[in-house]
């Protein structure tokens, strides 16, 4: 009786390890694209920042990330109207007045 109890006990141990183990292997996928949202908290982290107490930094990181990778795209585009509008912001008055200009027109 007691080594029944305690087989099925290790029993549904092990397959709830084995259930982690697969969760685990899922996340670990090298080839996923790095969203901005990964992008945003591996930055927090490596400076030592946790990413949930500090959720407006967070949040604004995010913001930026996002708006990289859909200029990205735009410019990517064959539309002429999308490009024009993308590089008219680019070429803005405040990217030049706080130095951007130049990390922006490295990243196309």
Request: proline content about 3%; cysteine-free; glycine content about 2%.
């Amino acid at each position: 009786m007691f080594l029944r109890r305690s087989l099925k006990k290790y029993k549904n141990m092990y397959q709830a390890l084995e259930r982690k183990l697969q969760r685990e292997t899922k996340k670990v996928n090298k080839n996923a694209p790095d969203t901005p949202r990964i992008i945003s908290r591996q930055d927090l982290l490596e400076a030592g920042i946790n990413p949930f107490k500090a959720a407006k930094l967070r949040n604004n990181l995010i913001m930026a990330y996002t708006l990289n990778e859909e200029i990205k795209n735009a410019l990517k585009t064959k539309d002429k109207r999308t490009k024009k509008a993308v590089e008219l912001i680019i070429g803005g008055k405040l990217l030049k007045k706080y130095r951007f200009f130049r990390k922006v027109s490295s990243e196309q």
